[in-house]
């Protein structure tokens, strides 16, 4: 437990040069004291001992926060995140030691890439997931909105004239306007806007469009979001249930890691081929935030990695089930 909470306070000062080596020392210690993930690991014919670089280290499918509780030493947990999902799907469970620190974690990457949350104002267009609730994406949005001292209310449900109000005072008041929105609902207010209405705020598409509406791709939907927007780029947030960490497009569906989070793409045909890219694959995440569950996970998302650490969503392997975060076919 010492260790968990040493790492931890680490890494709010973690450097690019410094990812690696952490990432290995939490390796080296969730590979012995996670039960699950040890479990798995002595399935593979694998010299675990003999790992020394990211490409090496086994990641364990995300299944496992299905039907496991995927924890790195004994504790109760104080909030438990549910992905989203049908009362037909099994949904995952990623259990929470501190949702404190998962807050003050997700503010400390979101100020990386946009700067202070403090004076701005956060809006949130996401029903689906206020509806469903234990989401992590609700929790940390609602500490943004927190963190702003904003006076407008934050979450919307359908209720758009509302939130159109609260955008035009805002915009009165000078202030910067992030609008957090899972693409459905930001295609329904779309059809609402006048012209220029929204111009000049930052929107943040969250994916999924549950199916509310047809698929489509990247490029289609944000043409479409840009222009009922104002706005040159679509933004977009890559986050899940079973990460504590996020990754941020400031456009073109282009995600950068963050601090704590990087990803690496695996061969569709061996999922021990794993490599930091250039390639196109399945996409590998390392998150650093989750010392007290798995840091290792192998998604159901395919994607595209280029050299200098950024990636894209491609979209989903054929069996897995229809998620809530960024998986729009690019």
Known sequence: MAFIQDFKSKLSSLTPDAFEEAALEL???QAKENQVYASFLQGL???IEKVEGLEQIPFLPIEF????????HSFEPKTIFLSSGTTLQQRSRHLV??????????????????????GTVVLALLPSYLEQGDSSLVMMIDH????????????????????RA???????????IYLFGVTYALLDLAEDLSPGEFSGLTVFETGGMKGR????????????????????????EYGMTELLSQAYSTGQGIFQPSRTLQVLVRDVNDPFAVTRGPASGGINVIDLANADSCAFIETKDLGKLYTDGTFEVLGRFDNSDIR????LVG
Do not use: W
Not at 213 to 236: D, K, N, P, Q, Y
């Open 166 to 176: 609260a955008v035009a005072q805002a915009k009165a008041a000078g202030q910067k």
């Open 45 to 47: 014919p694998h010299a």
């Open 324 to 327: 809530g975060c960024n998986l």
């Open 65 to 72: 926060f299905k039907t496991h509780p995927v924890v790195s």
């Open 97 to 118: 030691a501190n949702p404190d620190f998962y807050c003050r974690h997700a503010q400390t990457l979101f100020e990386d890439t946009y700067g202070p949350l403090k």
């Open 213 to 236: 509406r047809r698929e489509m791709v990247r490029e289609e939907l944000h043409h479409i979001l840009t222009t009922a927007f104002g706005v040159e780029a679509i933004h977009s």
């Open 144 to 163: 943004f909105i927190k963190t702003t001292g904003q006076q407008q209310t934050g979450f919307y449900l359908h209720n758009h004239q509302d939130l």
């Open 27 to 29: 390796f080296r210690y």
